[in-house]
């Protein structure tokens, strides 16, 4: 009997809650995409190199999931309530016919878990099917192809799922037998008779709360736009405070605000059903602008996550050239029984089968005599070394007279050296009308900055030698290259190498930055993800739970002979200004927000924001403008049962 | 004298096949314009099921109803929507104005509904305010008035617009007796010095004593009708109490 009256409740929350459901099965369904990462990786050819940088996001998504639970957890209790709250009437004639508590918590217990164990199936099936596309989508990142489609399932994420889903639900169970053994009978009876309190504040009032909230706002977005987000520094703090408060006191005042003005407009306040609808949204504000500024809080951070999600995407692709000229540099260290590379190379030969071309360049320090202003390291490498690393793209050898010199000054700012230096005593002379090569000058950008001198052999001798380097580029398969130089390090460690060294090489910078490009789309990703859900579901949410309570009115309007059309429209109105002024405020924040962060990633390379706005825009239009559309059909439909009892 | 509404052989039939309950059966009576009319009747006589068809809220199993020499039964849905906030004006038991407008809003209501000329409009509500004496209160909200304050609001509302056709659904049933009597004066009001068709239904003999005539309705069925004409009120009530009793007096059937 009681199994039976569960499951008839749920039926019915079914129809009246899509809404619910369809945010418990993204929520269950988005937690395990995003969970399933390690699984995905498992079937992808991806690098060695490339698994720690996996291991490492899942790690991330780990934390990042205990976060993401608590948030839907949150939303999750919050749509319980609004439930309850519809159905205090029902609860009211189970205690009147003198159901004890006990059963009727049996009865809550069993429709959450009814309804727990659906949503808990349906977003598993969901992300069990859509999770296959992230597999595509992962390779992309490490340019691999699924070669074969193979089905992928994880259990680890299904479990965590089940176990995260399964203590929210446990929490709403919690949460509902309290709110069912603390109710009073009387209240129950009367909670629909019973108007929310309307507090109205004085046209002087709302006008002074609204104009403290735009300059809060103003110098909050002054404070973020001079901090840069370079720095936590008391700014920055300053800026969240002030940006906050300014945005819960826009919400708190914005209705009053807007009623007063259109008030003053009588054409407009008479006209169709705007007194009704400003009505109907400024009787409910001293609940909802707490949730609205939330709202408006999280699209910010929505829109924040995408768009540097997708702005760091592009940033990162073209840069793997800037930091990594040669497919591979390794450079060693002065030690004991070896000088510099040549040494190494002679006791460890190179297969010259993979080098396309190499070059070994000694950097020496010297103690230039010249005005600088500035206390960048400088080096001296010599003319043969040099023109060694030339040849590499084919460039022609250059010869220096005696007393020339040709300056490198890759970091851009420093002073060149061309107005010449003293040099062991002699003055030198600039070679200004030879252009440095261009990866050898990227190379030492690399290296640290640092400025460097190319003189003649004969200058060079005697020097002290700072580090050797040996530059290869690949001939062939760029994998298998990859894979004889692992080995070639490796021989080498076997033989030892005192004096240190670092290895670098294109292929493992560009995936590294890959995994970082990876790490930032995905966390990105999931969070806007879930931040938008979470946003649009609690707006929709309340405006379902407000055309319920605001069914008689409707009503009333019909009985007066206002027409389908006209109620159709006040609905839309007035869900689209709950759905619409928080995102507008969003937007005016991340417009401010972005053009920070835009500036940060520049650092990184050249970003185009546009697209990565437009995407976010895309998104926000699908997701943001789904649940709107659903929350009209569903508002105009609850509306409508009414006059059909 | 025009007629305003006609209800001709008019019958409900509510359920299905299985379980069929006849709400009306056969009724047929006039209005004339500027009449005060009282229809009356014990619960479940079937008498709230006959304004809700007038009112074109329900629809009639058979039979014709005309208001203002229109047949409203043969309306299409899309029609009666704009018939009813044209032609008819509503005041229910429960008052039914919107809690989160004001008084002079929600009186604003009806006219902004029939998309009346903005102009017009407060000078309007003021006028209906002075003779329904609700002036002092328009700017206040519904949880702030009484019930008598709230109803004459709603009277407001319903005669703003110039309704062929004023519907009253047991007006005084939610007040206490010294608002009920206010309020029913302020329906003379409306009667005598607005010209309004009145048609209320009530089951309050004290209420129906305001009336012009009287519709008893018993078991979906006329079962008698009483014209003031020139008697007094207090005659006029003694009257009623006499039908009345004679009405709920089925105890020679019973026994």
Redesign the interface.
Known sequence: MFFKLAFQNVRRSLRDYTIYFLTLTFGVCIFYIFNSLDAQSKLLNIPTSQQRLIEVLVMVMDVLSVFVAVVLAFLILYANRFLMRRRKKELAIYLLLGMPKGKISGILLLETLVIGLFSLVVGLCLGVFLSQGLTVWVAQFFETKVEQFQFVFSAASLLKSILYFGIIFLLVMCFNTLSVSRCKLIDLMQAQHR?EV?KLRSLKLSVALFLLSLVSLGLAYRCILHNGMMALDREFWAAILLGSVGTVLFFLSLSGFLLRVVQSN??LY???????VL??I??KINTAYLSMSVVCIMLLLTIGTFSTGFGFNQAIGDQVDNYAPYDLMWIVYPGEKEEDVDDYLQAVPIDTRYVSTMATCRFYSGSLQADLGDTRELYVVSQSDYNQVAAMEGEAPISLGAGEYLPITPVQGDTPLDQGIRWRGEPFQARIDLTPNASFSTLIAQMGGGRVVVLPDEEVQGLDLLNSGLYIYYQGDQRQAEAYFDGWLQQLRDYGIEGGYSMMTRMALYEGLMGQKLMVVFIGTYLGVVFLIASAAVLALQQLSEASDNQS?YA?????????K?IGRAIDTQVGIYFLVPLGLAIVHSAVGLTVVNNLLTSFGESNFLASILGTAAILLVVYGGYFLATCLGCRNISRTWSSQ | MAQILKVDRVEKYYGNKGNLTRAISDISFQVEQGEFLGIMGASGSGKTTLLNCIATIDTVTAGNISIDGKNVTALKAGELSAFRREKLGFIFQDFNLLDTLTARENIALALTILKTPVKTIEASIKDVAEKLGITSILNKYPYQLSGGEKQRVACARAIITRPALILADEPTGALDSKSARLLLESFGTLNRDLGATILMVTHDAFTASYCHRILFIKDGKIFNELIRGASTRQEFFQRIIEVVSLLGGDSSHVF
């Open positions: 108007n309307l009588k054409g008479y006209r169709n059903l705007n007194m009704f009505r109907q400024n009787s009115r009333l309007l019909r009985k007066l002979g206002v027409d389908e006209m």
